[in-house]
Each structure stands twice: as structure tokens, then as C-alpha cells.
């Protein structure tokens, strides 16, 4: 009770004044009030003050008043008294925030461990909600959004954050059920609209009860006869509580039938079928639809390889995931295509203990077209990424910069507003890692580390998708 009582809001009135004494008190260490027992209109306090008379001066000068107010509110008004003075709630100030940044994963039978919808699934967890938004890792973002925007930025503003601390630090009061917001409702069925074709697994894969399920390769044939052109796709989890993020990349046509076979390792063979994406997945960012005009083209004869990370979830499940795709009007004129690639770097021997190991690639664009989207991909030693764009006439600006990277959150980030790359720019990818005992994550610190598609081993892959600029002779189509 003493602890909720801290809290003051500028409210004035009794209660406020012994809010402020409390605080006054608590601010100065030698002179502090520990608490105020407050029943039925009896007021004690502890105070250790070099005199007592101070004590009692001070209380007194408080007391009537904060008796008053108590004896008006009554025992039961406890909470309301504290929430009159400013103590955020969860009706009214928490659910909104998580509602909007957290429950696309935290809610039943989602990925996320727990709920937290509702106040009763959100309560137990309070301490470690507040440590979370404090320490930034959840919501999961690792963009550093001050250099630049993104239109899928998920980070807390420092007014939420604030928000959470105070509600926790106020003794995570329920509030008002009136206050409420009615929780999102989360459509069972596809985001981006009914799909005009849907590519599916050709075998359920099988999730063991427990351990770690190692990346694992999946293709999925399309069957497609002839190129179309596609204006929105979604994966689609068999089971979301297992599927934890999934890589696709879209293989060209090899002749050779794919099958439902898994792999451990990507398929070196076919060659990737640049620009085209049927989309990945994250579990809060559900389909991509591209805005008007916009759409990918997909090759007759394409294949989708996969890579799954699984997790375990104590029970075997048989995930048959899938993905739909929406294909764009014919009747429009040819869409601006949205296509896209990697900057990779396959050469690197990251020293064992190097606390700092840098790696950079970089790629230059063909023609004329804007750099949309950025998605870094490295394991678990990767510590931060930066992409750098540097026009021929040699301005140059940072498109990304995530200066704590983690593995566990395979996050494409979406510019807000797309970076022109004239024909012969050059997209730079700046990667570290950490391979010293620091890093938490490290299974070796004693390993030289080099290319690999397993965890233990690295990967400097930095994936980006463009947009074409807007068609401006339509007479030629060009
Ligand atoms: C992209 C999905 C996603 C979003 C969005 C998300 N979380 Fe999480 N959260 C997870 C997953 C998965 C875990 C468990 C794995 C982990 O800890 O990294 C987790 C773990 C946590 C934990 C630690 C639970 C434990 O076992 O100690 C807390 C607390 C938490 N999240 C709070 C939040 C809050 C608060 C928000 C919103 C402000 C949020 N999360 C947004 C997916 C998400």
C-alpha cells in the first residue's frame, strides 16, 4: 500500500499533500517516511527523522487531511484513491498498448508463452512485462528508427514504455472495467484476402515433443504453367505455435519435380529466381500486400524452398504450413515490379574470442529502382547490421542501422519511404559479430567460425527488396 501511494499525479487535495510528504520523504534517504498504514481513519507513520517533534509536526500538518479524504473514500476506495492520483491501470492505460503491440503473439495457443489479453493472464507477468519494454526486447525491433523510419516499426514510444513502468510500479492496479478496449480479434483466415492460389506442403513436417529442431528445408512446387504477377502473399503456419520464423526463397524452374524430402542444409543446386518472393514469416507481421500497382513476378515452374525454425512446444505436432498468393488485376497496365536480392559474403573466418569481427558485402544495382525493404540474416554470434546506399554522384545514406542484433527475430524492415537507387548505386552491408565469452549466445568461444547454414557456423546474407519507380511512359510501356 505504502508503495502505490508514491505515486502523485499533481492532484491536488488531501490526498495529494500526504502523496507528497510520502514522496518528499522517500526523496531524501536520511529523512525518509517508510509508509503510512492507513484503516478506518486510524493514520499511523513510521518516520525516521533526526527529531521526532519534526515527525510529528510534519504528520500532523498532513494528517487531517489525508484522514479526511481516506475516511470519504473508505477502505474499499483504496484503489480508486490511488488511481484518482494517477496511477496508470490496465483498463485504461496498459490493455490499449498491449493490445496494440504484443497480443499478435502473446494470446492462446499463439507462439508467444503466455497471454496477455486479459488483465487476470497479464497480472502474473507484470515484472517481467516492465523489465522487457525497459530492456527493449519486446517488442522484438531492432532498427534503431531515430536515423530513419519504417512502416512496420513495432517499438514502444518512450511514453509507453513510461507507461508500463508506472503501471507495474503502482502495484499493476486492474482499474475500471469500463475502461477496457475490446480486445483485437484475430482472424482465423487469410489477411490478405481470399488467395486465387495457395502453394502447400507436399508432406506434414514433424515437430518432435521437445529439443531443438535444427533449420530445416522445405520445397513446396508451384505448378505454375506461366508467369503471373502477384499482388499479396501470406504464409500460412500449419500449427503457430511451433512455427517460429520461416526464410522462403523461390527457386527457378530446373525441370526436376520437387519433392516433400527435408533437408538440413539449402539446396546448392537451383538457382534462386531473383526478385521473385512468395513472403516469409515473423509472427506478427501476417501477409504483404503491395500498395496499388505494385506486384512480384512469380516464373512458371517456380519452387519455394523454405527454411523452418521450429520450436518445441512438449507435444509432437505435424505442421502442414502453406502460403497463399493473390494475383494482381491483368486487367491494369504491367505493375511496378517489386523485386529484390542479397548482399552476401561467404569469405570470412570470424578468430575465436573476437568480441568485434566486421564482414561487409556489397552489390550494385542495375538499373534504375528504390530500395524498399532490408532483412540482415545472421546467426548467432551476429551483434549489428548496417546497410549504407551510395549514389554514383557519391552521396550515400544509411538505409538500416541495428545496433544490437538478434538472431532470434528474422525481422524485415520496411522503409517508410523507399531510398532511390539510380542505375550503378551501390548497396553496402556492414555486419559484426561477436565471438567472445560475452556474447550469451555464443555455443564456442573457442571456435573459428566460418560459413555454414547451421547455427554454430555463420551467415552474411543481406536480403533487401526494391520497388520500380513509378511507370512514366505508358505509350511504350517502359
Ligand atoms: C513477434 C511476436 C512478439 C511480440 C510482438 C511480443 N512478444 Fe513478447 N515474446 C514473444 C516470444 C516468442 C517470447 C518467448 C521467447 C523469448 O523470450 O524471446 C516472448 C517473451 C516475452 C516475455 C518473457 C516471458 C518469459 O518467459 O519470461 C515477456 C515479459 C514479453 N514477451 C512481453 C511482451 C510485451 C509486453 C510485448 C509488447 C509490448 C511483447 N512481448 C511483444 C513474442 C512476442
Given amino acids: 500500500m505504502g508503495r502505490l501511494l508514491l505515486r502523485q499525479d499533481g492532484e ?71 488511481a484518482a492520483a494517477g496511477a496508470p491501470t490496465f483498463a485504461k492505460d496498459v490493455a490499449p498498448i498491449l493490445y496494440e503491440n504484443c497480443v499478435a503473439c502473446h494470446r492462446p495457443n499463439h507462439l508467444a508463452p503466455m497471454s496477455l489479453i486479459t488483465y487476470s493472464d497479464a497480472r502474473p507477468w507484470a515484472r517481467a512485462v516492465k523489465a522487457k519494454v525497459l530492456s527493449k526486447e519486446m517488442p522484438p525491433w531492432g532498427a534503431d528508427s531515430s536515423i530513419r523510419a519504417y512502416n512496420n516499426d513495432a517499438s514502444l514510444t518512450q511514453a509507453e514504455i513510461d507507461t508500463i513502468a508506472a503501471w507495474v ?75 517460429h520464423h520461416v526464410i522462403a526463397q523461390v527457386m527457378e524452374d530446373d525441370g526436376k519435380p520437387a519433392t516433400g524430402e527435408v533437408r ?78 542479397q548482399v552476401i559474403n561467404v569469405r570470412f573466418d570470424i578468430e575465436p574470442g573476437n568480441a568485434d569481427y566486421a564482414v561487409t558485402a556489397n ?38 542501422w541495428i545496433p544490437n542484433y538478434d538472431f532470434n527475430w528474422q525481422l524485415n524492415y520496411r522503409l517508410a519511404e523507399p531510398i532511390y537507387m539510380p542505375k550503378g548505386s551501390v548497396i553496402e552491408a556492414e555486419f559484426h559479430y561477436d565471438n567472445s565469452g560475452n556474447n550469451r549466445f555464443n555455443p564456442d568461444p573457442t571456435a573459428e567460425v566460418h560459413w555454414g547454414d547451421q547455427t554454430w557456423e555463420e551467415m552474411m546474407l543481406g536480403y533487401y527488396g526494391t520497388v520500380e519507380g513509378p511507370v512514366t511512359d505508358t505509350t511504350t510501356g517502359q
Fill in 12 to 82: 491536488e487535495g488531501p490526498v495529494s499533500s500526504a502523496l507528497t510528504l510520502v514522496r518528499l520523504a522517500s526523496e531524501n534517504p536520511l529523512d525518509f517516511c517508510l509508509g503510512w498504514a492507513i484503516l478506518n481513519g486510524r493514520c499511523a507513520c513510521w518516520h525516521r527523522l533526526t527529531s521526532r517533534g519534526e515527525c510529528v509536526m510534519r504528520v500532523l500538518s498532513v494528517l487531517t487531511g489525508v484522514c479526511a479524504a481516506l475516511l470519504v473514500l473508505g477502505v474499499a476506495g483504496i484503489a480508486d484513491a490511488e
Fill in 169 to 243: 510500479d503502482g502495484g499493476s492496479l486492474e482499474g475500471n472495467a469500463a475502461d477496457l478496449p475490446e480486445a483485437p480479434q484475430f482472424a482465423d483466415g487469410w489477411s490478405i484476402g481470399e488467395p486465387d492460389l495457395i502453394f502447400t506442403f507436399l508432406e506434414p513436417f514433424t515437430v518432435p515433443a521437445d529439443g531443438t529442431v535444427p533449420y530445416s528445408y522445405v520445397t513446396v512446387p508451384t505448378n505454375l504453367k506461366e508467369d503471373v504477377w502477384i499482388s499479396a502473399h501470406e504464409f500460412r503456419p500449419g500449427d503457430r505455435r511451433v512455427v
Fill in 363 to 400: 552489390r550494385t544495382i542495375g538499373q534504375d529502382t528504390y530500395l524498399a525493404t532490408m532483412m540482415p540474416h545472421m546467426h548467432v554470434r551476429g551483434k549489428s547490421a548496417k546497410y549504407t546506399v551510395t549514389r554514383p554522384d557519391g552521396s550515400s545514406e544509411v538505409a538500416l
Fill in 264 to 341: 538440413l542444409q539449402r539446396d546448392r543446386t537451383r538457382a534462386r529466381a531473383e526478385g521473385a518472393s512468395v513472403g516469409g514469416y515473423v509472427p506478427n507481421r501476417i501477409g504483404t500486400v503491395y500498395e496499388d500497382g505494385v506486384a512480384v513476378r512469380l516464373p512458371a515452374g517456380a519452387d519455394i524452398e523454405a527454411q523452418m525454425h521450429y520450436t518445441t512446444i512438449g507435444e509432437v505436432v505435424e505442421d502442414v504450413s502453406s502460403w497463399g498468393v493473390v494475383l494482381a488485376d491483368p486487367s491494369e497496365t504491367r505493375p511496378r515490379e517489386a523485386g529484390g536480392g
